[in-house]
């Protein structure tokens, strides 16, 4: 359940208008924020204190620190992986979860972007956009990952919109995240490799599949 209603906080006279807002628009604001950004507003007052984590969008994209990026703008990978994981882990085990948007992330015991992809699922998520940006090599994202066979808790999947960018998929991904997202209304790769058996050939242009 989402915090309660900003009503009864809302400064005398106006004051404090943004906490005044219904906490629909509140979360709605929440979630066009970096992840890292909407979790700092837990400072800002009490009213705010656990608002971030009711948010039904989150945006955990961040640049990798991998080979050579300046240390100071990010995070290395094992810090991001345990950010991330903390950040699951407080946020309302039933608030909805409508968006993921995410920067591939190195395998890591606390997470990586096939587990936490497989996370939004399971919470309803309607659209998932993962890029393999600032990697030298495309990653491979597990298609299994899209289709967790108990999403939502109610045995289908929710995701309409899939957003894939720099990654290598295969014959099998592509049938399995077409037959078994049965819900899926757009798929859309860009700058992806498609792996074969007897070949590999790449798509530089924008590629969308309408179902």
């Known amino acids: 359940m989402p915090p309660e209603g900003a009503a009864a906080h809302g400064a005398p006279g106006g004051g404090d208008r943004l906490s005044g807002l219904p906490d629909r628009v509140l979360l709605r604001v929440l979630s066009h924020l970096k992840a890292w950004e ?29 080979h050579g990026a300046a240390a100071d703008d990010m995070l290395q990978p094992e810090a991001f992986a345990t950010f ?13 979860l409508d968006s993921l948007r995410l920067c ?12 936490w992809i497989a996370y939004a699922v399971r919470h309803g998520a309607e659209e998932i956009e993962l890029s393999g940006e600032h990697h030298h090599v495309n990653p491979t994202p597990e298609y299994t990952s899209f289709i967790y066979p108990e999403c939502s808790g109610l045995g289908y999947c929710n995701l309409r919109i899939l957003k894939l960018s720099r990654v290598k998929m295969d014959d099998t991904t592509l049938r399995q995240l077409c037959s078994r997202c049965t819900s899926l209304e757009e798929l859309e790769l860009n700058d992806w490799f498609m792996l074969r058996t007897w070949s590999c050939c790449a798509a530089s242009n924008l590629f969308s599949i309408f179902l």
């Open 38 to 66: 909407a979790v700092r507003t837990c400072v800002l007052s009490r009213r705010w204190r656990n608002l971030w984590a009711s948010a039904s969008g989150l945006d955990i994209r961040q640049p990798c620190g991998c």
């Open 84 to 96: 991330v994981k903390n950040l699951l882990l407080r946020r309302r085990p039933f608030a909805p």
């Open 104 to 115: 591939w992330s190195h395998e890591d015991p606390d997470g990586d972007a096939n587990f």
